[in-house]
């Protein structure tokens, strides 16, 4: 693909790599910021849902009666009251293999998940709303519930009519002669891995504020939300409001790891009722609802094998990825993105293995749906990958870091199985790196002598690569056909200042530190001279969202464009100016000079200002004005990579685990701000540390969701929280301008690994592995009773097998 918009300008790095103090932090931390729950709209009214309590269920009466006459109620609706503007949201992802399903904004004759919205309360205040709720009458009659997704896949009781096999996705597929590999090896591992089911639990939940001004058929919707244009596309899809009437403004964002980059029914709902009454109506929800109906994440079954030959050097990679999608596909990403993920991206993770066979399946359960989490689908395969490594290692006799060592990719680029080539990496590099910061030799003498006091000391490494800045090119060069669309808009003024405005919003990540560093350099202005309008309202420039470790990459590849296009305006004036050539003039600091003669110069302001009104200045053929937006993307794919070590002490009396310290190493190419990269590393790996040892939700065996507040849902404090010691490898990309890649993910993708071998190196005297997470403190003291509960994995060839039945036909959703 030559499409202009993959074309990168290059970049003088100068602002770029330091540590510039980030420009919305006074805001934040002085308690400025604004938050959705934070804005209000006069005459306002606000919303409440009731809730399905049950798991499955057909729904034989509600009778709203009562609660329509309480005071100070506006509006009560059910699925009958509303399908008439929207039958449900579908959703498909294209990935091969993937079935549509259709989300209703309001569960119609069958509730399918604890939490499903059934009805919908507009009152005066949240707790007349809330009031009202507890006076509908609920009539259901009990189906029977389909939780378990290995039973699940495989058919019988049907969790949802509209997929009566209970696949949401099925796929499957071969790289290279596995089949020999496998025949002629000299070792075999093989395990099956559980990876719990979590909550992205943002610290602030989801919500939305809907104003529809009903004289001008306009809807402006306040959101929490990581997908602001891809929010306000499905207004019009499915609602009917014209896009150019509309505007989603994204107000700050306490938090979305990914749980926002959905489009959630709620969101839907408030801007019909907000026509419906033509007033405004806010919907904030609160952590009992986060918890029961955000979207879950990252629970799969999967199952891997290695075939190594007598050396421990792998030739070949089996992996199966089950993932548990709850009742509906949740848009866009689907159930699909866990398990294809899993599967099909990265499938060798970092390693030279010749040959690779996949298999990936979505079983429809009644359960909350299957959302985005931070590293979604690259979490459960890095687990898998990582821990079976250190199987092969204990296997062969050899260290952790031997092992990787032996199967490494050494030499760029490199083509995977699949035919996607890897432009740079340092993959071996990093396992260097980690071995050095941890002193192995003298963590092996003093684990040992840990021992002999009674103390279980363990070490987990976990190495990654990451297909960072989610982009049309990687998605094509896996299979799908996902085209994404990203702007940005770079203005300067007259008098020499820029305001930027991305397509993608801030949750927290810095965009308007990163974007402004990458804009000083293109421009060669104070950095101090930019704003930046991160991504607040759909008005300005267009986004595909902000997940994927997309921004650093996308963003700044757009502002890199659109700067650039300035640049060239300005270099032409100021030639004229200094009467010189284009080519000898450089911008920087503030100033174009002519090269070698430095004296020879004008302030940057001067030129921006003969742009606008000095027309004598001109060039033959100029064109006044200084603004530009650009769109920018990626051809191919990029691939990130990095490395955790994590040192645990494990209490075989109580089963708890404490993490000592972690090592960190990076490689994201060019570093934009390497303060902002260290706070998402240590966020990352802090996260994986809570889904690796307290986080899970958990569900009864009827299908009631246990853990519904932070008494039950433990996630990590600054209590649990271990020093880092962090080090950058710096590979530039090939494809960006200045090198960066994207790395926002990537230690929650790698560090549940990291976690589960430092648990398996300490309970190592037990003769116990373990092969689920979290890995609680009941299950270590069973661990260390030789007790593993998760059974093992099942035959490859059923698996395979089973993946090339084709999916049925879909049913009607009321088939129950």
Not at 387 to 398: C, E, F, G, I, T
Not at 504 to 509: A, I, R
């Amino acid at each position: 693909m030559d499409n202009p918009h993959y074309y990168s300008p290059p970049i003088t790095r100068n602002v770029i790599g330091k540590r510039v103090p980030r420009t919305e932090d006074a805001r934040l931390l002085t308690g400025r910021g604004k938050y959705l729950n934070d804005i209000n709209v006069e005459g306002q009214l606000h919303a409440c849902f009731v809730r399905s309590p049950a798991a499955h269920a057909q729904i034989t009466g509600i009778d709203t009666s009562v609660a329509s006459e309480m005071p100070g109620v506006h509006l009560v609706w059910t699925a009958s009251d509303i399908e008439k503007y929207c039958a449900g949201i579908e959703a498909q992802y294209t990935a091969e293999g993937c079935e549509a399903m259709t989300m209703p904004l309001l569960a119609k004759d069958v509730v399918r998940y604890v939490g499903e919205p059934v009805v919908l309360i507009v009152a005066d205040s949240r707790a007349v709303a809330e009031d009202a709720c507890d006076l509908v009458g609920l009539e259901l009659e009990p189906l029977e519930v389909v939780l378990d997704p290995r039973k699940s896949i495989q058919g019988g009781p049907v969790a949802n009519g509209e997929r009566p096999d209970n696949v949401g996705i099925r796929g499957r597929a071969t790289f290279g002669d596995v089949d020999e590999a496998f025949a002629n090896a000299e070792h075999v591992v093989s395990a099956l891995y559980h990876p719990g089911r979590v909550a992205a639990a943002p610290m602030e939940t989801r919500g939305c504020l809907a104003d529809y001004e009903w004289t001008e058929d306009r809807l402006r919707l306040w959101a929490s939300t990581q997908m602001p244009h891809y929010v306000k596309m499905c207004l019009s899809l499915f609602l009917g409001f014209d896009e150019s009437r509309s505007e989603v403004i994204s107000p700050d964002t306490g938090g979305g790891f990914g749980q926002k980059a959905h489009v959630f029914p709620e969101e839907m709902l408030m801007p019909l009722a907000s026509k419906h009454l033509k007033t405004p109506v806010k919907w904030v929800e609160d952590r009992r609802e986060n918890l029961l109906a955000g979207s879950h994440a990252h629970e799969q079954f999967v199952t891997i094998q290695y075939a190594a030959n007598a050396e421990g050097r792998i030739t070949g990679v089996r992996t199966h990825s089950l993932v548990d999608g709850g009742a509906y596909h949740m848009p866009p990403q689907t159930m699909a993105v866990e398990c294809w993920a899993t599967a099909a991206v990265t499938p060798t993770g970092i390693y030279d293995i010749p040959a690779a066979e996949y298999v990936y399946e979505g079983a429809v359960t009644n359960k909350c749906p299957m959302g985005a989490f931070r590293g979604v689908g690259y979490t459960a395969g890095t687990l898998a990958r990582e821990s079976l490594m250190d199987d092969l290692a204990r296997q062969m006799k050899v260290s952790p870091f031997e092992i990787r060592r032996q199967n490494v990719v050494k030499e760029f680029p490199w083509t995977n199985p699949q035919g996607v080539v890897y432009e740079e990496g340092s993959f071996l590099e990093v396992i260097n790196t980690l071995e050095e910061m941890v002193d192995y030799p003298a963590f092996l003498e003093r684990q040992e002598e840990a021992r002999k006091n009674g103390k279980y000391l363990g070490l987990g490494i976990s190495v990654f690569v990451e297909s960072s800045g989610e982009s049309t090119g990687m998605m094509q060069a896996h299979g799908a056909t996902d085209v994404f669309h990203d702007t940005a808009t770079v203005k300067m003024d007259s008098t020499g200042s820029v305001t930027i405005t991305s397509g993608l919003n801030s949750q927290g990540q810095g965009h308007q530190t990163t974007l402004a560093q990458v804009a000083a350099d293109v421009l060669g202005i104070p950095f101090e001279s930019i704003s930046v309008d991160a991504g607040t309202s759909t008005k300005g420039a267009y986004g595909s969202g902000t997940i994927g470790s997309r921004a650093a990459v996308i963003a700044g590849g757009c502002v890199n464009r659109a700067a650039h296009a300035i640049r060239e305006k300005l270099v032409a004036v100021a030639a004229n100016m200094l009467e010189s050539s284009e080519e000898d003039i450089v911008l920087e600091e503030g100033f174009a000079s002519i090269v070698g003669a430095p004296e020879s110069r004008v302030s940057v302001a001067d030129v921006a200002m003969a742009v606008y009104w000095d027309s004598s200045k001109w060039p033959a053929g100029f064109e006044p004005g200084l603004e530009f937006t650009k769109a920018w993307d990626t051809s191919r794919p990029m691939f990130s990579n990095g490395g955790h070590a994590l040192i645990v002490e494990l209490d075989p009396i109580t089963g708890f685990v404490t993490v000592e310290k972690v090592y960190s190493v990076e490689d994201c190419g060019v570093i934009i701000n390497p303060t902002i990269v260290e706070g998402q590393i240590r966020g990352g790996v802090i996260q994986g540390i809570g889904m690796g040892l307290f986080e899970q939700l958990v569900y009864d065996n009827s299908g009631n969701l246990s853990t519904t507040s932070f008494l039950d849902y433990q996630t990590p404090t600054m209590d649990v929280s271990p020093p880092f010691e962090i080090r950058h490898i710096e590979t530039p990309s090939v494809m960006t301008a200045s090198g960066v890649k994207g790395m926002g993910e990537s230690g929650l993708i790698s560090a549940p690994a990291a976690v589960l071998n430092a648990v398996n190196d300490a309970l190592s005297p037990f003769g116990s592995v373990l092969y689920e997470l979290p890995a609680t403190p009941e299950k270590i003291i069973r661990a260390t009773k030789g007790i593993v509960d998760l059974e093992g994995p099942e035959d490859w060839s059923d698996l395979w097998d089973r993946a090339g039945v084709p999916a049925l036909d879909r049913g009607p959703m009321d088939t129950e």
